[in-house]
T-cell receptor
Framework: DGGITQSPKYLFRKEGQNVTLSCEQN?????MYWYRQDPGQGLRLIYY???????QKGDIAEGYSVSREKKESFPLTVTSAQKNPTAFYLC???????????FGDGTRLSIL | AQTVTQSQPEMSVQEAETVTLSCTYD???????LFWYKQPPSRQMILVIR????KQQNATENRFSVNFQKAAKSFSLKISDSQLGDAAMYFC??????????WGAGTKLIIKP
């Protein structure tokens, strides 16, 4: 079945550590997105990519980094510069244009 | 800046009855899309319904329909014959001309058996 796979489901980060969240899609979508979700808030855009080897900062990119070396993959690294990383992270993809975004099951990141 | 407001943090409805969730947005654009997504306890985000701003006809998907008032910048979601499986967080989202989604804070829907 086509879809978006995020891993791991749960992740713990130690102080000063970088961690990487995986996002893979087999929907052949051009665009991919990373969102952060905090309790009582809507989703906030971290980074997005409309095409391979290109990505743009969203509203809250500080302390995060991404790469888009393959169409189907868009990993997110939470760096030690992100001082409050505890949140639920959602990856999404979509075709180009005014198309709905399809979401993975998310990764919950916590600080040890 | 574009914003999306969901003024109801929580709503409850009796099973089999009808409930309406409110959403308003602010934009100066004339061409855009609006979406309602559902997030059940499993946390997966699921598309419920979408509306193109240039269409006057309100979108419907089975028991889900919208009341789109472009001049008032209002986009409410009506759920008919509510079922226990409808219990979830519901998010309204606006897609701008850069194809980016701006999200409301969500409404928690409780279904009473």
């Amino acid at each position: 079945d086509g879809g978006i796979t995020q891993s791991p489901k749960y992740l713990f980060r130690k102080e000063g550590q970088n961690v990487t969240l995986s996002c893979e899609q087999n929907l052949n979508h051009d665009a991919m997105y990373w969102y952060r979700q905090d309790p009582g808030q809507g989703l906030r855009l971290i980074y997005y990519s409309q095409i391979v080897n290109d990505f743009q900062k969203g509203d809250i990119a500080e302390g995060y980094s991404v790469s888009r070396e393959k169409k189907e993959s868009f990993p997110l690294t939470v760096t030690s510069a992100q001082k409050n990383p505890t949140a639920f992270y959602l990856c999404a993809s979509s075709p180009q244009g005014y198309q709905p975004q399809h979401f993975g099951d998310g990764t919950r990141l916590s600080i040890l | 800046a574009q914003t999306v407001t969901q003024s109801q943090p929580e709503m409850s409805v009796q099973e089999a009855e009808t409930v309406t969730l409110s959403c308003t947005y602010d934009t100066s654009e004339s061409d855009y899309y609006l979406f309602w997504y559902k997030q059940p306890p499993s946390r997966q985000m699921i598309l419920v319904i979408r509306q193109e701003a240039y269409k006057q006809q309100n979108a419907t998907e089975n028991r889900f329909s919208v009341n789109f008032q472009k001049a008032a910048k209002s986009f409410s979601l009506k759920i008919s014959d509510s079922q226990l499986g409808d219990a979830a967080m519901y998010f309204c989202a606006f897609m701008d001309s850069n194809y980016q989604l701006i999200w409301g804070a969500g409404t928690k829907l409780i279904i009473k058996p």
